[in-house]
Protein backbone atom coordinates (compact mmCIF):
# COMPACT_ATOMS: atom_id res chain seq x y z
CA UNK A 1 0.00 0.00 0.00
CA UNK A 2 1.79 3.45 -1.36
CA UNK A 3 1.29 6.56 -0.43
CA UNK A 4 2.34 8.96 2.63
CA UNK A 5 1.22 11.05 5.30
CA UNK A 6 1.25 14.94 5.24
CA UNK A 7 2.42 17.36 7.96
CA UNK A 8 -0.89 17.63 9.28
CA UNK A 9 -1.06 13.88 9.26
CA UNK A 10 -3.35 13.25 6.15
CA UNK A 11 -3.04 10.10 4.35
CA UNK A 12 -2.33 10.71 0.54
CA UNK A 13 -1.83 8.40 -1.94
CA UNK A 14 1.13 8.24 -3.87
CA UNK A 15 1.34 9.82 -6.88
CA UNK A 16 1.31 7.89 -10.62
CA UNK A 17 3.71 8.23 -13.40
CA UNK A 18 1.97 10.76 -15.08
CA UNK A 19 0.79 12.66 -12.14
CA UNK A 20 4.56 13.41 -11.20
CA UNK A 21 5.07 14.47 -14.86
CA UNK A 22 2.63 17.16 -15.07
CA UNK A 23 3.91 17.98 -11.29
CA UNK A 24 7.65 18.71 -12.75
CA UNK A 25 6.53 20.13 -15.95
CA UNK A 26 4.10 22.98 -13.93
CA UNK A 27 7.25 23.22 -11.70
CA UNK A 28 9.89 23.98 -14.47
CA UNK A 29 6.70 26.41 -16.12
CA UNK A 30 6.18 28.47 -12.87
CA UNK A 31 10.48 28.77 -12.65
CA UNK A 32 10.37 29.79 -15.74
CA UNK A 33 8.02 32.44 -15.41
CA UNK A 34 9.31 33.71 -12.57
CA UNK A 35 13.05 34.36 -14.39
CA UNK A 36 12.56 34.20 -17.98
CA UNK A 37 15.86 35.61 -18.69
CA UNK A 38 18.96 33.09 -17.22
CA UNK A 39 20.86 35.96 -16.84
CA UNK A 40 18.99 37.52 -14.03
CA UNK A 41 19.02 34.30 -11.85
CA UNK A 42 20.44 35.42 -8.34
CA UNK A 43 23.18 32.17 -8.99
CA UNK A 44 24.02 31.60 -12.55
CA UNK A 45 26.54 28.74 -11.68
CA UNK A 46 23.51 26.80 -10.91
CA UNK A 47 21.98 24.31 -13.32
CA UNK A 48 18.99 25.54 -15.51
CA UNK A 49 16.41 24.79 -13.54
CA UNK A 50 13.69 24.09 -16.65
CA UNK A 51 16.88 22.09 -18.50
CA UNK A 52 17.29 19.34 -15.62
CA UNK A 53 13.23 18.99 -14.75
CA UNK A 54 12.99 18.41 -19.43
CA UNK A 55 15.98 15.74 -18.59
CA UNK A 56 13.93 14.24 -15.45
CA UNK A 57 10.68 14.25 -17.43
CA UNK A 58 12.18 12.42 -20.52
CA UNK A 59 13.76 10.11 -18.72
CA UNK A 60 10.24 9.22 -16.44
CA UNK A 61 8.42 9.00 -20.35
CA UNK A 62 10.72 6.44 -21.49
Not at 6 to 20: E, F, K, M, S, V
Not at 23 to 42: D, G, S, Y
Amino acid sequence: MGGYVTPAGARRDALTRGQWIDHLQRLAQAEQRACPVPELKLEPTTPDYLMEVRRVVRLLSE
